[in-house]
């Protein structure tokens, strides 16, 4: 099970540092790895994983480690509906919202997100591709959940 453990692992990295536009071009990138595996095998692993290709901002399509819904608070779940260059989930934790992005957009998006502020969210602390946001304690999640969806697709 361990090999399996390591083999996701890699094809987490290299979906997370390369535009892979294929299973073929994914395979061939685990071989020069040293993972020899079939389709189907590439095929399970992906679907665990949760992969689905999205576009980027030419309108190409690559393969990408997404949610299909998000987890927001007491098991209430949302469609993953946010639309925003290289937005890839959101998730509520008490007064912290966690935003994962592409390699690359989360400061951006933290900037858009400080400058057009509601009173509800205090601040960002932005990385490579992951974003916290820390909430005002009396925060309202949907509204939240909704300015960010505004602030998010105008990115």
Same mark, same amino acid.
């Given at each position: 099970?361990?090999?399996?453990?390591?083999?996701?692992? !890699?094809?987490?990295?290299?979906?997370?540092?390369?535009?892979?536009?294929?299973?073929?071009?994914?395979?061939?990138?685990?071989?020069?790895?040293?993972?020899?595996? &079939?389709?189907? &095998?590439?095929?399970?692993?992906?679907?665990?994983?949760? !992969?689905?290709?999205?576009?980027?901002?030419?309108?190409?399509?690559?393969?990408?480690?997404?949610?299909?819904?998000?987890?927001?608070?007491?098991?209430?779940?949302?469609?993953?509906?946010?639309?925003?260059?290289?937005?890839?989930?959101?998730?509520?934790?008490?007064?912290?919202? !966690?935003?994962?992005?592409?390699?690359?957009?989360?400061?951006?998006?933290?900037?858009?997100?400080?400058?057009?502020?509601?009173?509800?969210?205090?601040? &960002?602390?932005?990385?490579?591709?992951?974003?916290?946001?820390?909430?005002?304690?009396?925060?309202?999640?949907?509204?939240?959940?909704?300015?960010?969806?505004?602030?998010?697709?105008?990115?």
């Amino acid at each position: 099970m361990k090999k399996r453990e390591s083999r996701l692992s !890699v094809i987490k990295n290299i979906l997370l540092t390369n535009e892979v536009r294929s299973q073929d071009e994914l395979l061939h990138l685990l071989e020069k790895d040293g993972y020899d595996l &079939t389709q189907a &095998t590439l095929s399970r692993d992906l679907r665990q994983l949760k !992969v689905a290709k999205i576009a980027n901002g030419e309108g190409k399509y690559f393969y990408a480690i997404t949610e299909a819904k998000n987890r927001m608070n007491n098991n209430i779940h949302y469609a993953n509906t946010i639309v925003g260059r290289g937005f890839l989930s959101l998730n509520f934790s008490g007064n912290i919202a !966690v935003i994962r992005t592409l390699p690359g957009y989360a400061s951006s998006m933290a900037y858009h997100i400080d400058n057009q502020s509601n009173g509800e969210i205090l601040g &960002t602390i932005a990385g490579d591709d992951t974003i916290m946001l820390v909430l005002h304690e009396d925060a309202i999640l949907q509204s939240v959940y909704d300015h960010l969806k505004v602030v998010l697709s105008t990115f």
